[in-house]
C-alpha cells in the first residue's frame, strides 16, 4: 500500500473490520465514527467526500433487502462526493440473480442518487483506491498543466522547450536564443540590452523576457500556504493580538477539521478561522456554523469555554468579492492578498 498515507486520518463505520485494520497496518491513522446510520462499512474521508465499501456479496444482498438505495439516500443526503467500491467480481454471483437487476442497480448509483462507483478486485486494490483518495482530498492533487506536454527528444529539445515557453518565444526564437547565448542559464542571465540585440526581441519582450526570469516568486497557491502567512503574522485577520492555538484542528472527529483556531485575550474569546483562497459561498458559511456546533466537542476549546470564554466563527479570504453571512455571529474577513503574500515570504526567508 502507498506509503504516503502515514499518519492520514481516515473515520471508519467499522474500524475493527478486516480492512480499516489493514490499512491502519500499513501507517493510517484510522478513528471510529460516531454517528452513523445502517450497517454498512463506510469511510468519511472528509466533511464532502465518503466512501462505502460493498463486497459483491453485500452488494446484491443490498439489492435484494433495499439497503443498496436507502444507504445511497442517506450518502447523496449527507456528502457532497459519496462513492460506492464495489469489490469483487460480481459475475461470479449471478446465478440465481438477473444480471439486468445488477446493471440497472449499477446505472441506478449514478444516474438517479448521484453517486460514483468504482469497480476493484479485491481489499488491497480498494485500500489503494481509498489511501489515495484519502492522500489528495486531505493533502491536494499535484496541480496539472494545461499545456499540453509531448515527450522530449533529448537534452537540446528539453532546453528548447524551457525557452519556450518565456514571452514572446516560438520554436525558432528558442534555438536562435539558446544558439546565440549558449545555455538556458545564459538566457536567464541576459540584461535587456543583450536579449534586444537579438534579431525579433524588441524592448518589450525583451522585458517581459527579464522580468519573467528574475521576478521573485510571489503568490499563495494553496489554503496552506494561507495558513502559513496567518501563523506567521496574525495581525493580517485581528487588530489587536491573537495568539494561535491549533491549526487542522479536530473538533471531536476528523469530519469536522477547521483551519485554525485562535485565542483572542482582549475579547476573551475563542476565534475558528475557516480560511479560502477564492470567492465566499453559501456553502463555506454553513460549513464553519457546523464547526461552532461542534467546537464544545473539543478538548482544547471546552476547557475555555469552562473558564468563560466565547467562541465566535471567522471566514476569511483573498478573494475581495464582499460577502454577508446571513447568521450575524459569523465574521468575515478579506485578507489583503499582497501582504498575505509578503508574510509568506516573510516567513519562508526565515
Not at 1 to 6: F, K, L
Not at 74 to 100: A, D, K, T
Amino acid at each position: 500500500m502507498d506509503t504516503n498515507v502515514n499518519s492520514l486520518p481516515l473515520a471508519a463505520t467499522k474500524p475493527d473490520g478486516p480492512l480499516a485494520r489493514y490499512m491502519a497496518e500499513h501507517g493510517m491513522e484510522i478513528l471510529p465514527v460516531a454517528e452513523d446510520e445502517g450497517d454498512v462499512d463506510r469511510y468519511v474521508v472528509s466533511q464532502r467526500l465518503v466512501v462505502e465499501r460493498r463486497t459483491a456479496t453485500s452488494f446484491l444482498a443490498g439489492i435484494m433487502d433495499k439497503t443498496l438505495f436507502t444507504s445511497a439516500i442517506f450518502l447523496r443526503e449527507h456528502w457532497e462526493l459519496p462513492i460506492l467500491i464495489v469489490e469483487g467480481e460480481l459475475g461470479n454471483y449471478y446465478s440465481g440473480f438477473s444480471p439486468q437487476a445488477i446493471r440497472g442497480a449499477l446505472t441506478a448509483m449514478l444516474i438517479e442518487y448521484g453517486i460514483s462507483v468504482l469497480r476493484t478486485e479485491g481489499m488491497e486494490e480498494t485500500a489503494e483506491i481509498l489511501g489515495m483518495l484519502t492522500r489528495q482530498e486531505q493533502v491536494g492533487i499535484p496541480e496539472i498543466s494545461l499545456v499540453p506536454k509531448r515527450r522530449a527528444e533529448d537534452l537540446p529539445d528539453r532546453q528548447r522547450r524551457v525557452v519556450e515557453m518565456l514571452p514572446g518565444c516560438g520554436r525558432v526564437l528558442a534555438r536562435s536564443l539558446l544558439h546565440h547565448f549558449g545555455s538556458v542559464q545564459a538566457v536567464a542571465d541576459a540584461s535587456e540590452e543583450e536579449l534586444r540585440a537579438l534579431r525579433g526581441i524588441g524592448a518589450r519582450t525583451a522585458a517581459e523576457i527579464r522580468q519573467v526570469c528574475q521576478a521573485l516568486y510571489e503568490a499563495i497557491d494553496s489554503e496552506q500556504e494561507f495558513e502559513d502567512a496567518i501563523e506567521h503574522q496574525p495581525s493580517l485577520l485581528f487588530h489587536h493580538s491573537g495568539r494561535l492555538l491549533a491549526r487542522q484542528h479536530a473538533l471531536g472527529t476528523r469530519e469536522h477539521l477547521v483551519d485554525l483556531v485562535f485565542l483572542d485575550e482582549q475579547e476573551r474569546e475563542i476565534v475558528l478561522v475557516e480560511l479560502k483562497t477564492g470567492r465566499l459561498s453559501r456553502e463555506h458559511e454553513e460549513q464553519l456554523q457546523r464547526y461552532l456546533d461542534h467546537a464544545a466537542d473539543s478538548p482544547l476549546v471546552a476547557e475555555r469555554l469552562q473558564a468563560g470564554y466565547a467562541v465566535r466563527g471567522l471566514l476569511a479570504s483573498l478573494d475581495p468579492t464582499p460577502y454577508r453571512p446571513r447568521n450575524r455571529e459569523l465574521h468575515v474577513a478579506h485578507v489583503n492578498r499582497e501582504k498575505a503574500i509578503r508574510a509568506l515570504a516573510d516567513r519562508n526567508t526565515r
